[in-house]
């Protein structure tokens, strides 16, 4: 009787991760889905085990089948985080001493890798690093860094919680005399992309967020306005990733509207992560 209920039960899970994986904006993990279908087999043998456990049939460093769960719905819970530091702070030494792009390293003051937990749930993900990022060797610490601040604490969260990165590690040159910045070329972005994608495999996170039209064309080279793909689910490696308006352009235009939209981006994200949403947070920017 336990070995049919066993079987019953692992038939149950077989099939949610199924579903899962047919699922775009989920991921499942194949690996366990292939195992606790070789344990499926296993239970309905003749003699197996009455008291066999999903933890006892996994091999010795193999995800747990709660862990699969955790990445495959997103789900908050307890796993073992991700990112190696030393393989992590390799590639942060990698960055530094680029020198792809001679242009760049000509005109800018730092290397602006990221900041943030490396093993945090939440990633956003910007255009480039502007004129008070290069000078600081920090991701979005000016104006459009202090409205992104406030919105991080207001799903909750503080920066050193979420991991914070551009699709460009240096600040676009400009010509001499001219201020302001400059949005990076398809080529600079083609050409730095590869360095996001290793933070992102070594962070893992459960959600990203994409700033602006300029990270979207460097993520997925995508060139539609920003107003037809925020508020909209993207996939990046299997990984959700919301589209929403950059800080700065909540700074020129800073209609309650505008400033809505952002936060019920926000709001999808923290449904996402499986956070709970006060509704005092849901409530946020509605006359």
């Known amino acids: ?40 087999k296993l239970a309905r043998k003749p003699g197996a085990e009455e008291d066999l456990s999903v933890r006892e049939a ?24 991700r990112a190696d530091p030393q393989t992590f702070e390799e590639l942060r030494t990698r960055v530094l001493a680029c020198t792809k792009c001679p242009h760049l390293v000509a005109f800018r003051h730092t290397v602006v890798f990221g900041v943030g937990n490396p ?23 000016g104006r459009a860094g202090e409205l992104l601040t406030k919105i991080i604490q207001t799903m909750g969260f503080q920066r050193s919680d ?7 590690k240096c600040r676009p040159d400009i010509p001499p005399g001219t201020s302001g910045n400059r949005q990076p070329t398809p080529a600079e972005m083609q050409t730095c992309l590869p360095y ?47 589209a929403t308006f950059h800080p700065s352009y909540l700074l020129r235009n800073q209609a309650m509207t505008e400033k809505r939209k952002v936060w019920e981006d926000m709001l999808q994200v923290l449904e996402r992560l499986g956070h709970r949403i006060s509704d005092r947070q849901r409530n946020y920017f509605l006359r």
Not at 5 to 12: A, K, R
Not at 119 to 140: I, K, N, R, Y
């Open 1 to 40: 009787m336990q070995t049919r209920s066993f079987e019953q039960g692992l038939q149950l899970v077989i099939a949610m991760l199924s579903g899962l994986e047919k699922r775009p904006d989920l991921r499942a993990d194949n690996h366990v889905l292939q195992r606790i279908t070789q344990l499926g």
């Open 119 to 141: 093993a945090a749930d939440l990633m956003f993900v910007g255009e480039a690093p502007g004129a008070d990022e290069d000078m600081q060797g920090e991701p979005f610490v």
């Open 196 to 242: 996001l994608r290793e933070q992102i495999e070594l962070i893992q996170p459960k959600v990203m967020v994409a700033l602006g039209a300029t990270a979207m064309r460097g993520l997925f080279g995508k060139t539609e306005p920003m107003k037809d793909m925020r508020g909209r689910w993207h996939s990046f490696n299997s990984i959700p990733v919301m």
């Open 58 to 81: 996994f091999q010795a460093g193999e995800p747990s089948t709660t862990e699969a769960a955790d990445r495959a719905t997103g789900e908050p819970g307890k796993r073992e985080k």
């Open 162 to 168: 979420v991991y914070i990165a551009n699709v460009l």
